[in-house]
């Protein structure tokens, strides 16, 4: 028990304190960067007053804060339901593995291990011809949404299957490609855009869904660039330009 400027903490108020900081800081690195932001500041703002207000006990401001902080609470599951979702998935792979299982009942795994260089060359070759691609390499999550917006493919992965689905004339070249066990699971799938504010302008809409993607899941996205032929990839929401294919290679052989 420790004695703080009239105020007596004890061990259990410090780690009540640390935990809701934690929580905290965890919500606030899921609304950064989206319009949320601002919503989540404001409310962390109203609730800090609500206590002050508590604190000197100004009961007519007490109670009308209350049922302010009561009442929005409902609106907020509205405000904020894609930061809640992305919330409760993200508690959800802290207690998984890799491969989808609960850490405490460890099971073997059915994954197989990514033919990389079939990948690669696919890769390699969409880019000299300036042919753009949106490739998602799934994990725990089975995406189910994502798949029912395009078409089931279900072939063992080849560089000249990937080529033709992404060839400027081809039915299914618009959309999102998804590979897991070395299968293409489905192809011209939709993938949910980005809504970050700071999202580079001179990004097209394949890298907005890559990013937008993986910030609910922990699924890969590798782009190829329609413009310029350069690769990037998303993982966690974040995206990153300019990579070399030596650094996918070595993306891919870490992730699989």
Known sequence: MYNLLFIVLKLSDILDIVVVAALIYAIYKLVKG????????????????????????????DEILGQFISVGVIALIV???????????MLGRLSTDRQGHLKFLKKGTNFQKLE?????????????????ALIVIRRNNELI????????????LSTAL?????????????GALIIVNNKIEAARCVLPVSKRTDFPVDFGLRHRAASGLTQNTDAL??????????????????????????????LLAEFS
């Open 162 to 174: 990937i080529e033709s689905i992404f060839f400027k004339n081809s039915p299914l070249h618009d």
């Open 221 to 250: 996205c590798l782009v190829v660039s329609e413009q310029t032929g350069n690769f990037a990839y998303a993982q966690k929401g974040e995206l990153y330009t300019k990579i070399s294919i030596e650094e996918i290679r070595v």
């Open 145 to 156: 949404e994502i798949k029912d917006t395009g078409e089931t493919i279900d072939a063992i």
């Open 79 to 89: 405000v904020f339901q894609q930061e809640i979702r992305s919330f409760l998935l």
């Open 34 to 61: 989206t319009v949320a932001i601002n919503i989540f500041i404001g409310l962390i703002s109203v609730f800090l007053v609500w206590k002050m207000v508590s604190m000197l006990h100004m009961k007519m401001l």
């Open 116 to 132: 990389i260089e079939l990948l690669i060359s696919a890769l390699e070759n969409m880019s000299q011809n300036l042919t753009g």
